[in-house]
């Protein structure tokens, strides 16, 4: 019939060859699009955790965070090793993700330390807050059982009420001391605010509530009040 329609053999089979290696390659570059879509989400997510890891070395996280964020950069690395081994560096990123998790010691003891500027402060807070949404929504490569992410949550959780409240605290007394109690009053209440907001329900967060509380009494008590034309719309934003 072919050849009845004025169509050799040959010609109609390589057209049909050609239309098959068309569509395979087709499908084979939508393959190759979604793997480079996958690889460059959990690339993203990698990035966050060893970015965010890095921000807190300071801050005194429990082994078994650590272990569990470390071993997820580990597990990362591995995924993408599975979809693309193009990925630049991988073996040495893989290799040196592997020994900063085998490196990981007991919690380191103290407080949150010194924060001595609000850029410090600012990506502090950033990095927990992008901790707490991974853990927070389940995105880490390895599970994580539910009861393990509430207790993770609520590490989480602390540290950055603690963070808060280091620098709204400190902030306030070296204002006071300015004479500048309308912002100093403004970094105490709006610590207050957020301790009520995103705190944990911790006895831990409830102290350091109430340190702030006490130290907004003493303006009280003594009566301080002044007027600070640019009063702490900066403040507000924490």
């Not at 193009?86 to 490196?103: W, Y």
């Not at 994580?144 to 959780?157: A, C, M, S, T, Y």
């Not at 620098?167 to 500048?180: I, M, P, T, Y």
């Not at 995103?198 to 907004?216: H, I």
Request: no cysteine.
């Amino acid at each position: 019939m072919l050849e009845d329609s004025g169509i050799p053999l040959v010609v109609a089979g390589m057209l049909l060859a050609t239309l098959f290696m068309a569509a395979v390659l087709k499908r084979y570059q939508e393959y190759q699009a979604r793997v480079r879509s996958l690889v460059q989400r959990i690339e993203r997510g990698l990035n966050t955790i060893e970015s965010a890891l890095q921000i807190l070395h300071a801050v005194p996280l429990t082994h078994e965070l650590r272990v569990i964020l470390y071993g997820d950069v580990v597990a990362r690395y591995e995924r993408i090793r599975v979809l693309y081994r193009k990925f630049p560096d991988l073996k040495e990123r893989l290799q040196q993700a592997r020994q900063t998790l085998q490196a990981q010691g007991p919690a380191a003891t103290g407080g949150v330390g010194a924060i001595d500027s609000e850029q410090v402060f600012r990506q502090r807070i950033d990095a927990l807050d992008q901790l707490i949404a991974l853990i927070r929504d389940a995105e880490t490569v390895r599970p994580v059982p539910q009861d393990v992410r509430r207790i993770l949550l609520r590490e989480l959780g602390e540290r950055r009420a603690e963070v808060m409240a280091r620098f709204h605290l400190v902030a306030s007394r070296r204002l006071k001391h300015e004479g500048r109690a309308s912002r100093a009053r403004a970094h105490l209440t709006t610590l207050m605010q957020v301790l009520r907001s995103r705190g944990p329900s911790t006895d831990f967060v409830r102290e350091l509530y109430r340190e702030a509380q006490s130290a907004l009494h003493d303006f009280d008590d003594h009566g301080a009040t002044g007027g600070d034309p640019h009063m702490a719309d900066d403040v507000a934003r924490a």
